[in-house]
Nanobody, 124 residues
Framework: QVQLVESGGGLVQAGDSLRLSCAASGRTFSSYTVGWFRQAPGKERAFVAAISWSGINTYYADSVKGRFTITRDNSENTVYLQMNSLKPEDTAVYYC?????????????????WGQGTRVTVSS
């Protein structure tokens, strides 16, 4: 059993930075791949980034590559999403999820545990 809680969302201006956190509970958390997804109003939930259990393997959506960085600290049971050079198109509710898929698997069905989401709004 894994429980996930996102935090760190808010209202920022284009070009600003923001760091999201995903705090997890569960004794086997360190063995899971963790991904970030986002969903804007009227749009489907989309893959953002993923990180393997070791933290060595990462994978990013083309839309965020070079701007976002995913990291994890297994000793703290926390995964982070550092978002730089934010754009209005990044506005969405961001969710973290845990599963046992490799990072290149980008569908939500690859993840079995989900947080409740944190809202990010980027103004022009």
């Amino acid at each position: 059993q894994v429980q996930l809680v996102e935090s760190g969302g808010g209202l920022v201006q284009a070009g600003d930075s923001l760091r999201l956190s995903c705090a997890a509970s569960g004794r086997t958390f360190s063995s899971y791949t963790v991904g970030w997804f986002r969903q804007a109003p009227g749009k489907e939930r989309a893959f953002v980034a993923a990180i393997s259990w070791s933290g060595i393997n990462t994978y990013y959506a083309d839309s965020v590559k070079g701007r976002f960085t995913i990291t994890r600290d297994n000793s703290e049971n926390t995964v982070y999403l550092q978002m730089n050079s934010l754009k209005p198109e990044d506005t969405a509710v961001y969710y973290c999820a845990a599963g046992r898929a490799i990072v290149q698997r980008t569908t939500a069905y690859d993840y079995g545990y989900w947080g409740q989401g944190t809202r990010v709004t980027v103004s022009s």
